[in-house]
């Protein structure tokens, strides 16, 4: 008896969950959770408050900025809203496998009030094209400015690949490279003819919806950038590894990157005589301030649904 499609999404769903608590009962089993406790215990209060503030301000920087990339859709989302948009959908990205994930949930909101899925696509992959560019690069400066002897150099090809394929994307939403103009989109989409109809339709339309960013000033893609750079300042050698991590986490292979952040951050950071415990505690502080993001999503979520 064959599986249908909907029972291997299950499966695939399952497995990814299956992975998670996998790698996680690995890790409690080499590194004895009173060790990791510990670890924890020796973190100071007051730059945590200052890191978690410093995440929330973050948050509302990238609002500031996805408002830039939605008017040009003509999307009627006010920067408070998308600010709750951004928060909500960290929230059920936890549940979803890989950073991307997240992604979908934000391109749904956005598309909500004005039906244009389209435009909505096109500034959540911009704005994710962007950020990822701005965070390879920045990975890939650290990695070389760094002084550590044991630098894995697979990170540094993993973030030239990623910030090479970053650049193309943000190339040809923002500058039209190749000289893409609608006509030219369409033409080129009328042409496959091996696929159906409606499928050519949506490539068309997706394509197009990159169109008007071309458009736009020297001041906007700045603050586009800037934004970006801004929320990628770290120390010269967490400011790779945390590139690194990212970047691994946002392959949907266990939901919000769970045993996955752990994984990657104890094999980096091991070499540079960083305990297995301290990357683990380190890991746990990351995903801590995912949760304060989500917890504001909630929030704001729960007051929509009671004010309507």
């Known amino acids: 008896m064959r599986a249908t499609p909907d029972t291997k999404k299950k499966e695939l769903f399952l497995l990814r969950y299956l992975l998670a608590v996998v790698l996680l009962a690995g890790i ?3 590194v004895p959770i009173r060790e ?14 200052a890191a978690m503030a410093i995440l929330i301000f973050g948050r ?5 900025r996805t408002k830039t990339l939605t008017d040009v859709q003509d999307l009627s989302l006010s920067t408070a809203r998308l600010f709750e948009i951004s928060c909500a959908s960290t929230f059920y990205g936890l549940a979803l496998p890989g950073g991307f994930s997240g992604g979908i949930v934000r391109w749904y909101r956005l598309s909500q009030p004005d039906g244009n899925r389209s435009g909505a696509l096109a500034a959540v992959a911009s704005e994710r094209a962007v950020d990822f560019l701005v965070l390879a690069l920045f990975g890939i400066f650290c990695w070389v400015a760094d002084a550590q002897p044991d630098r894995p150099p697979m990170v540094a090809w993993g973030l030239s690949a990623a910030a090479g394929i970053c650049l193309l994307i943000t190339l040809i939403a923002f500058t039209g490279l190749g000289g893409l103009t609608e006509t030219k989109i369409r033409g080129i989409a009328q042409r496959m003819k091996f696929l159906p109809e409606a499928v050519i339709g949506s490539i068309t339309r997706i394509a197009t919806a990159f169109v008007p960013y071309r458009a736009m000033g020297s001041n906007k893609l700045m603050l586009l950038f800037g934004v970006s750079l801004g929320l990628g300042v770290s120390l010269i050698s967490i400011g790779w590894v945390r ?7 946002a392959v949907p292979i266990t939901p919000s990157g769970l045993g996955v952040r752990e994984v ?16 683990i ?14 917890l504001i999503g ?11």
Not at 264 to 279: H, K, R
């Open 28 to 30: 409690v089993f080499m």
């Open 36 to 49: 990791i406790w510990n670890a924890l215990k020796t973190s100071r209060p007051m730059p945590l408050i």
């Open 60 to 64: 509302l920087l990238v609002s500031v």
């Open 243 to 249: 590139a690194f991590t990212v970047f691994m986490t």
């Open 264 to 279: 990657s951050l104890v094999m980096l950071l091991l070499p540079m005589g960083v305990s297995a415990a301290q990357a």
């Open 281 to 294: 505690a380190f890991s746990l502080l990351q995903f801590s301030g995912l949760l304060l993001i989500a």
């Open 298 to 308: 909630v929030l704001f979520d729960i007051r929509r649904y009671l004010r309507q």
